[in-house]
């Protein structure tokens, strides 16, 4: 077959090379679209343990299942969708709006599904990668590649409630949230219904999983053990919006067939998604220590919930925290306080002290007898992928980060050339949507894949003092904001106070999108092809 010679390829066109993606959830795509878009000469393969692309959107089935950030936000710039069934998205229209990404893209060709990496390692002698995978037949095959991206998700490990003894003598059903269809547990509500549950949690998880199990079940028993701010109702635009919205039974904000129909002219679409990405922008100055605002949220926000919880003001005594509006992610709760005042639900704080064969023991002697119990007890932030990354010197990352990720702009450690984290560490906004910074990753990415191709490059790592800058500055940051104030949360990988925090991008959402637009070329160290 005819090929066109050497030099009648673009100018522009650099070496050939292979890149392996782990994951084919927002990352993955979003990832796989730029390097379509602007690459060229280049192989492509993503790895999905799970049965479809997704990732945490597939994988999590558990009741209630939504998104707490408005559904105009979340979504990719270049695949907008307008007929959002609500203003928190259920997580399977999400899910289906990836598939659509997936389709629209074209992308299903690069993705092999149910093929679970179980090992990386870098060749420093042949400058390569090499992926074990392991596909559903149990069949291992090594693939070898020039880049490797880490999509593996931000909040995918979950974390069982381990300090509490007793867990497997539980008779019942117990899943935790994030393994709702692993577990294979039917999404049918016939399956809770007249069931007595507990929910172990007020993340917010539990909080979208107690309102929507309190409409069907026999008893809801909320475990919490911290406090918590809801925000719903009041604080910015946003929540004052929403009560133009429908209501379903408190649980979700629907919009209304005339808003839906609004949302096609692309003016009124355009409107709506600004307001809403400046008014999640607006929260920002909220996070600063000794802000005024932070009076004036508590204040308020102190009184909606103690209105929500009118009929059960012994929960609001319970939960109204005793730290700064914002120190943990805060949560817009729909339904969540109005369903803990029904007669069938309510919350129990006394500290778990076993689980029994029958239910939950607390400190006070009181067994909870259960049938199904929920551990909405979060994710392993720790961002170390369940499998082996070896790099340079033979170093494990799961080792190395043991205790704290230490990387350049949240993409790039110095022991691991030509590999990439994606909206893992350091990298979501505590204020904005996640996926701004996403898209902006995925770009800085395919900026530094299309220089290594076109200016002979081998490899790239950053600089340790870039590193060593990047987490002075994350530091300096966070020790100004509440977020290092007396709290719980997953931020700080589940400690309190003033621990350090490697979870999210120091800084908002706008900040993060600045701040990527262009690589920073001298902060990475280049080694050139040798011929
Ligand atoms: O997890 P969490 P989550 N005994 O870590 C409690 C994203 N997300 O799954 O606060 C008793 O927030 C723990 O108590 P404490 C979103 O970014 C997004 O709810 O540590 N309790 C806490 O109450 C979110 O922020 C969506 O004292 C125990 C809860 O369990 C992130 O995921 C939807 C315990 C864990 O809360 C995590 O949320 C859902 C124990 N041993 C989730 N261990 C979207 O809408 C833990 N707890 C996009």
Redesign the pocket.
């Given at each position: 077959s005819w090929a066109p010679p050497l030099y009648e390829r673009n100018i522009n066109e650099g070496r050939p090379v292979r890149i392996v993606c782990v994951g084919a959830g927002f990352s993955g795509l979003c990832a796989a679209v730029h390097f379509k878009d602007h690459l060229t000469n280049f192989e492509l393969q993503i790895y999905e343990r799970g049965d479809d692309v997704g990732g945490v959107w597939n994988q999590?089935r558990y009741p209630g299942?939504?998104?707490?950030?408005p559904s105009h936000s979340?979504q990719l710039s270049f695949c907008e969708k307008t007929d959002w069934s609500a203003y928190?998205a259920p997580g399977s229209e999400i899910h289906g709006y990836l598939s659509t990404v997936a389709e629209r893209y074209n992308l299903r060709q690069y993705i092999k599904l149910q093929h679970t990496v179980t090992h990386t390692r870098w060749d420093e002698e042949r400058g390569k990668w090499f992926v074990t995978v392991t596909n559903a037949a149990g069949e291992s095959h090594e693939d070898e590649c020039d880049f490797v991206l880490f999509a593996t998700g931000?909040?995918s490990k979950p974390?069982w409630?381990?300090?509490?003894p007793g867990r497997a003598s539980f008779k019942g059903t117990m899943v935790h949230?994030?393994d709702w269809k692993a577990a294979k547990l039917p999404e049918d509500p016939a399956f809770w219904a007249d069931k007595r549950v507990g929910v172990?949690?007020?993340?917010?998880?539990?909080?979208?999983i107690v309102p929507t199990l309190q409409k069907k079940a026999l008893s809801v028993t909320n475990?919490?053990?911290?406090k918590?701010w809801i925000s719903g109702g009041w604080g910015s635009k946003m929540f004052e919006k929403l009560h133009k919205y429908k209501k379903d039974r408190g649980t979700n904000y629907f919009f209304t067939d005339e808003d839906i129909a609004a949302f096609k002219s692309e003016e009124a679409y355009r409107k709506f998604r600004c307001e809403i990405e400046e008014d999640l922008g607006s929260t920002h100055e909220l996070s600063f220590r000794g802000h005024p605002l932070q009076a004036v949220f508590a204040d308020k926000f102190t009184e909606t919930m103690r209105d929500k919880l009118a009929r059960k003001p012994e929960i609001a005594a319970a939960i109204l925290p005793d730290f700064p509006v914002g120190c943990?992610?805060l949560?817009p709760g729909p339904g969540y306080l109005e369903a803990l005042c029904e007669d069938n639900c309510g919350l129990v704080t006394d500290k778990?002290e076993s689980f029994t064969p029958r239910g939950i023991r607390t400190a006070d002697g009181t067994e909870h007898e259960l049938d199904i119990i929920v551990?909405?007890?979060?994710?392993d932030v720790t961002f170390i992928p369940a499998f082996p990354i070896i790099g340079r010197g033979g170093i494990n990352i799961q080792e190395l980060w043991a205790k704290e990720s230490r990387t350049y702009l949240g993409m790039f450690a110095p022991e691991m050339p030509n590999a990439f984290n994606v909206l893992t560490t350091q990298a979501?906004a505590g204020s904005g949507s996640l996926l701004v910074v996403l898209e902006q990753q995925c770009a800085y990415i395919t900026k530094m894949i299309g220089k290594c191709q076109r200016d002979g490059y081998r490899s790239f790592a950053p600089r340790r003092k870039a590193v060593d800058d990047f987490l002075k500055y994350t530091d300096a940051y966070f020790g100004r904001t509440v977020l290092t104030s007396s709290?719980?949360?997953?931020y700080k990988n589940?400690e309190t106070g003033e621990a350090t925090i490697r979870a999210i991008w120091p800084g908002s959402g706008s900040h993060a999108f600045m701040a990527l637009q262009h690589p920073r070329w001298e902060d990475f160290e280049w080694e050139t092809i040798k011929e």
């Open positions: 999590n299942v939504a998104c707490d950030v979340y928190y931000l909040l974390i409630p381990d300090n509490i949230s994030g172990i949690g007020m993340g917010a998880s539990g909080v979208q475990f919490g053990r911290s918590l943990k992610r949560s778990i551990c909405a007890t979060g994710f979501a709290c719980r949360s997953w589940g």
